[in-house]
């Protein structure tokens, strides 16, 4: 029987979707079907353009009006995450996948886009032979307790710092 596991890349360091894509890409090299929700995100990012290319394999959606977001969010972020996160719920439950990926849930999670609660009960949830990764900044202690697999992702240096802008091919 096969097992999946719950997968948490977090903290404040660059690398956290980097690394979740790495396993997306071994899992489809095996032959795997993946889905990928992205929270507040939006755009035809590389690796979306590049991901596409493996056609039915995979399902990417976004999940956010791509807006920087300072402060608060507003309604129309919070019903894209909510409208999101209630298709990763299908998709997890489904057993149709074999990874399924929730990029940015923490940090929508620490937003109050979506609730805590709601996560964990679809992590309780889950098909048991489904892999989950969940990305983000500022993951609870709960979280991090309910998952498997954690890394931290410590920011040492970056040089967006110098003032380097994301560059295509690289961050975008």
């Known amino acids: 029987m096969k097992i999946g596991y ?7 360091g660059k690398g956290k979707t980097t690394a979740a894509f790495g396993v997306v890409l071994r899992m489809l090299g ?3 079907k993946v889905f990928i929700g992205q929270f507040l995100k939006k755009g035809d990012y590389s690796e979306i353009k590049a991901f596409k290319r493996w ?12 807006r920087f977001i300072v402060g608060e969010a507003d309604k129309t972020e919070k019903a894209l995450a ?3 996160f209630e298709r990763c719920r299908s998709a997890v439950v489904s ?3 074999d990874l399924v990926v929730m990029d940015e849930v923490t940090l929508a999670l620490s937003m109050g886009l979506i609730e805590e ?4 009960e679809l992590l309780d949830d889950k098909h048991e032979a489904v892999e989950i ?12 307790d309910k998952a498997d697999l ?10 967006f710092q110098r003032g380097v802008k994301a560059r295509i091919g690289i961050e975008e």
């Open 6 to 12: 719950i997968h948490l890349y977090t903290g404040n």
């Open 30 to 32: 095996a032959g795997g």
């Open 55 to 66: 056609g039915e394999s995979i399902e990417i959606e976004q999940f956010g009006s791509g």
């Open 82 to 84: 909510q409208s999101g």
């Open 95 to 97: 057993g149709k996948y």
């Open 117 to 120: 609660k709601s996560l964990l």
């Open 133 to 144: 990764i969940l990305t983000g900044r500022n993951a609870s202690p709960v979280l991090i």
């Open 150 to 159: 954690v890394t931290e992702m410590i920011e040492v240096k970056h040089y």
